[in-house]
Every structure is written in C-alpha cells, then in structure tokens.
C-alpha cells in the first residue's frame, strides 16, 4: 500500500487522533479568525476615512506587519504571556488561549490590509452619499460593510488560511501538546521528524482541501461582488 | 433663516498641490435656482461639493446660512447633494428612501407618512420594489430626488441632473426640478442643458478653467 492510500485510509476510516487534531485546528483558526476579524473592520474603516500623509504611513506599517514571520509574532506574544510576563498570571501559554491570541494577532494586519484595499475600490460616491444623508459614524461604516460584504467575506476566508496553514505561532504558544494544543501543522513537522509520513500526508491532504475550499469561496464572492 | 443661503468669500480649493477651484465672491440666495455654467472640468462640481462641505480642506470662506460650512449643524438636515449618477444602496428602492429618513431620524410612523406623500408626489409605484442598484439612469434621478425630498431637505445640489437621459425621462426630470422650485426649494445645480437653464434658472455663474466668474440674473 502506498504512503498515499494509507493516508486517504486514515483520513476515511476515521483515525480518531487525526481527526482531533483536525478539529482542534479549525477550531483555533476560527476563533483566531473572529478575533481578527472584529478589530479588523472597525480598523480598517477609520484607516479608510482617514486622509493625507497619516493614512499612507499607518497603511505602510500594516502591510510592514503582515511581512512579520510568524515566529516574531509569536516571540512577542510569548514575552506577553509567559510566567515572567504583564499577561503570566492569566496562563495562556501553551493552552488554546495563547494560540488563538497569536494567530488573531497574525491575521489582523491582514484583515485590515485587504479590507482597507476593499473599501478604497467601492465607488467613492457611496462615502459621498452616505455624507450628504447625514449618517453618522456607526450608520456610515454599517453601510460600507454591507457594500463591502464580499471584501470583508474574502478577507476573512484569508485570514482562515493564513492561521490554518502557519506553523511559528502555534508551536511556540501552543507547546505541541497531543489532544490539547497540537494543530494540523505542528503535528505534520513532528509526525515527519517521526518518520510518520502518511499521518504528516494525511494532514497534509486535509490542509490542501481546507485551502481549495478557501479559494474556491474566495472566487464565489468574487464572482458575485 | 437669513437673505443669504450660501456665502463664498476668497474661496480657494487645491487637489495634489494644483489650484482647482478658486471663487473670489459668490452669494446664492434662498428660494431660488441657482445654476453653474461652464465647460467640462472648470470647477463646477467641485464648487457643488465644496458647499455641500463634502470636499476639504480649502483656503477661504464658505458659509451656508451665517454658519461656516464645516461647523454648520444645519447643512446636513436642510441640504443634500445629488449625484451626475447618483448611487443606490443594494436593496430596493422603497428601502433606500427608508435608509435614508432612518439616517436623518424621523420615526417609523412619519417615515410611512412620508413615503406615502413622495409616492403620490412622484408616481414612483412602479419603483418601490425594484432592486434600486439596477435602475436605469433617469429612474435612479428620479429616486435620488424624491428620496432626498423624502429626507425633508429645503436646498438641493445637483450636479448635471439631467445628462445622458432619452427624452421621455429627461422631460420627467424637468418637469420634477420644476415643481421642485415652484414649491419654493433652494437649487443649486451644474448643468449644460440650455432647454434646462432657460426654463428654471433666476441666476446663472459662469465657470472657466476652475474660476468662478460672477453670477448674471
């Protein structure tokens, strides 16, 4: 039997330690996506309505910050919330509560980077309209988000694949540890140190669907945008 | 309400470093139809814009009945500025208008009032259900007319109101901007259309390459 067919047994036979750690790795990406998601629209909007130089050099960091290896973000949050650290007594280090923070703090830049970007091709009479309606602030970023919806839907599906797929932050925050903080990544770079290459393969094939599903949603709010 | 609606005084307007508009002295009064005149790109738009205070920052004074227009608290409820294509929300017609008196605060019980009144006033039957993104561009005039009257505004801008329109809905528009000034509005409005300008303007201002050059009865 081929590396292959064992990995695609194990991922239909149900292995079930394969498929906890699948859980517990979407499980981490979609909170981490919530999480970044929910600072990174109202962000993005007032980086949207901002004007002159301060705009240009504030959207400058963010795509500076979203060139970060996850590794930097994930010493940073390490420094946080280790024992020695302002956030040690809240014990988030190795637990899923570090994970998630690291991996919302890894993907906010880029929800705010793509739906800033978004929000810039909207029609600018939209902003224009909304103005002379008289909305307030609430009322003109509700209306922008709903113009918006399928930038903000793109920008979340990114943010999905981009905490699914990284390897830095879980490890470093999350410890590897089995049935509790180990994630589809980290447990394909200890499964290959193993010598477990169709357990590491079959990670890898639910990694490959999960970023074919993500592309595959990305191009239907494309498509309907 | 004073004799003056708008007031421009040394007025001076830049976009990326280049003078676009400069206007030494222009006074609009109330009640009246005010129209710019001038070629494509000599500023009338962006003087539409500047007194609707939806384009900043610029040198000089602009008022909008004895108040600056960035401090007014009354050029946001008794004015609004109407789009050359004016842009509808993703919903239907009938919930535009109702997004829009959601914005200026009027109460559910006088928003049906209301829309009932602009829907008798302008036929727009017909309208209300139809998903307003897909309207074509005299019916969207239309709805961004009634929906700004539908706001309870007394001073409309409109920039080129009744550009590229076949002539079935270029004379409803007409005959809507019409009605709209013999009902005593305020309009300001950027147009080329003479038919237009004969028929409804008491003042006409003059632009050329981004100067405002006075204002004849």
């Known amino acids: 039997m081929s590396a292959f067919s064992k990995a695609v047994a194990l991922i239909v036979g149900g292995d079930k330690s394969l498929w906890f750690v699948i859980n517990t790795s979407l499980r981490f990406s979609f909170w981490s996506t919530i999480f970044s998601v929910l600072p990174g629209l109202p962000l993005a909007f007032m980086l949207f309505l901002m004007k002159g130089r301060l705009r240009n050099i504030l959207a400058a960091i963010v795509n500076a910050i979203m060139a970060l290896p996850t590794v930097v973000i994930g010493l940073f949050v390490y420094s946080a919330i280790s024992n020695r650290g302002p956030l040690g007594s809240l014990k988030l280090l190795f637990a899923p509560g570090g994970v998630i923070i690291g991996q919302s703090l890894l993907a906010l830049p880029l929800v705010i980077a793509m739906t800033y ?109 | 309400m004073t004799d003056t609606l708008f007031l421009v005084e040394e007025l001076r307007f830049s976009y990326n470093k280049s003078l676009t508009l400069s206007c030494d002295s222009l006074v609009i009064k109330p009640s009246l139809c005010t129209v710019f005149r001038g070629p494509n790109g000599s500023g009338k738009t962006t003087m539409l814009k500047i007194l609707n205070n939806l384009l900043g920052p610029f040198a000089g004074r602009v008022e909008f009945d004895g108040q600056a227009v960035q401090e007014s608290t009354e050029l946001r409820r008794r004015s609004m500025y109407v789009h050359q294509h004016p842009v509808m929300f993703a919903s239907t017609v009938e919930a535009n208008i109702r997004h829009a008196m959601r914005l200026k605060k009027f109460s559910k019980a006088e ?74 509005y305020s309009i300001i409005m950027a147009s080329h259309d003479d038919e237009l300008i004969d028929a409804i303007a008491d003042h006409v201002v003059s632009f050329e390459r981004g100067v405002c050059k006075g204002q004849e009865n």
Not at chain 1, 171 to 194: D, F, Q
Not at chain 1, 214 to 220: D, F
């Open chain 1, 117 to 225: 970007t978004g929000f810039q091709k909207l029609d600018p009479r939209y902003h224009e309209t909304l103005t002379t309606l008289g909305a307030g602030l609430f009322s003109k970023m509700a209306a922008i988000m709903r113009e918006g919806r399928y930038v903000i839907l793109q920008a979340a599906l990114s943010a999905f694949g981009r905490v699914t797929g990284e390897v830095g932050v879980s490890m470093m925050l999350g410890g590897n540890i089995k049935g509790y903080t180990r994630t589809m990544t980290t447990s394909v770079a200890l499964e290959i140190s193993k010598g477990e290459f169709e357990y590491a393969l079959a990670l890898g094939l639910i990694l490959l669907i999960v970023a074919l599903l993500i592309n595959v949603l990305s191009h239907l709010g494309i498509r309907n945008d």
């Open chain 2, 111 to 184: 928003a049906d009032a209301r829309l009932a009144s602009i829907n008798r006033e302008f036929n727009l039957d017909a309208l209300l259900d139809k998903k307003a993104n897909r309207l074509s561009g005299g019916e969207t005039q239309r709805v961004a007319i009634a929906r700004a009257i539908a706001c309870g505004v007394d001073t409309l801008l409109f920039d080129e109101p009744t550009s590229s329109m076949d002539r079935e809905m270029d004379a409803i528009i007409k005959k809507m901007l019409l009605k709209l000034k013999n009902d005593g």
